[in-house]
Nanobody
């Protein structure tokens, strides 16, 4: 059974940093990309970043480029999202998910292309 468990969220002041973790199990970790998404109540879930652990290929949404860094540790089956220079508009619930395409395929940032999701972790940035 595929399981994804996010952690690392919390309350931080604007300009601060957080590191989110996504611990994965139940599948061959290096074969599939994992993405981070975020959602604010009343708005659609949006893609933040994703990584294909097999070669380190990454994607970032324009709104986080230069501030967030995604990485993976294949020994720990964990994907991280380092978030720096946080802004109040980064406040959201953050989710990780596995890409539903074929193994080793290039991931997209579309929510519908991801098929297993964690429960999410709340990030709140105060001004």
């Amino acid at each position: 059974e595929v399981q994804l468990v996010e952690s690392g969220g919390g309350l931080v002041q604007a300009g601060g940093s957080l590191r989110l973790s996504c611990a994965a199990s139940g599948f061959s970790f290096g074969d599939y990309a994992i993405g981070w998404f975020r959602q604010v109540p009343g708005k659609e879930r949006e893609g933040v970043s994703c990584i294909r652990s097999s070669d380190g290929n990454t994607y970032y949404g324009d709104f986080v480029k230069g501030r967030f860094t995604i990485s993976s540790d294949t020994a720990k089956n964990t994907v991280y999202l380092q978030m720096n220079s946080l802004k109040p508009e980064d406040t959201a619930k953050y989710y990780c998910a596995t890409y539903g395409g074929p193994p080793f395929s290039i991931p997209t940032s579309r929510v519908l292309d991801y098929d297993h999701w964690g429960q999410g972790t709340q990030v709140t940035v105060s001004s």
